[in-house]
T-cell receptor, first 115, second 115 residues
């Protein structure tokens, strides 16, 4: 069975500082990996995804993530955080089959940005 | 493209009544739809997967008679919470996938409050 671990429940960074949110997954083959962002009371917005190819993936809002097979990780990064980035971030894994869209989510990391 | 719309965005109902939540794919045919539930400050948990024209597949621990899912057309799936109780209060999110898509697209979510 697939699983996702987001070790950090809550992270606080200063505006303008760099950000890295950790995500580790468990899956028997090469997974499909996603990062979503959720603002309070809102749905999910896809930041980026990895299916295959280049292991460094660029997303929206200046985010990027790197797939590291040896570490079973897919950490999300941003070089300079903006106050509007404060939200909940979810990493998710989907099976590399026709059911890729059936996702298993991590527990989420709440990002707080201080001015 | 790939827009999924949920309705209503918020609903308050009395205990014992039933509530129907709609999930529509606006610009593509959704052969598969997924329903997730999110408790406050927690991650999303998959409740069920529905394929157009067939019965939904429920995840372990999800009551089929409590959460009725219908996927009668390629653009619409409904989740009916029957005889709702306060413990059913939650954020419900759907996602939809077309036949040739490797990922599903999320709706905005529905906040259900049972009083």
């Amino acid at each position: 069975a697939q699983s996702v671990t987001q070790p950090d429940i809550h992270i606080t960074v200063s505006e303008g500082a760099s950000l890295e949110l950790r995500c580790n997954y468990s899956y028997g083959a090469t997974p499909y990996l996603f990062w979503y962002v959720q603002s309070p009371g809102q749905g999910l917005q896809l930041l980026l995804k990895y299916f295959s190819g280049d292991t460094l993936v660029q997303g929206i809002k200046g985010f990027e993530a790197e797939f590291k097979r040896s570490q079973s990780s897919f950490n999300l990064r941003k070089p300079s955080v903006h106050w509007s980035d404060a939200a909940e971030y979810f990493c998710a894994v989907g099976a590399n089959t026709g059911t890729a869209s059936k996702l298993t989510f991590g527990t989420g990391t709440r990002l707080q940005v201080t001015l | 493209g790939a827009v999924v719309s949920q309705h209503p965005s918020r609903v308050i109902c009395k205990s014992g009544t039933s509530v129907k939540i709609e999930c529509r794919s606006l610009d593509f045919q959704a052969t598969t739809m997924f329903w997730y539930r999110q408790f406050p400050k927690q991650s999303l948990m998959l409740m069920a997967t529905s394929n157009e024209g067939s019965k939904a597949t429920y995840e372990q621990g999800v009551e089929k008679d409590k959460f009725l899912i219908n996927h009668a057309s390629l653009t619409l799936s409904t989740l009916t919470v029957t005889s709702a109780h306060p413990e059913d209060s939650s954020f419900y999110i759907c996602s939809a996938r077309g036949h040739w898509d490797t990922e599903a697209f999320f709706g905005q979510g529905t906040r259900l409050t049972v009083v």
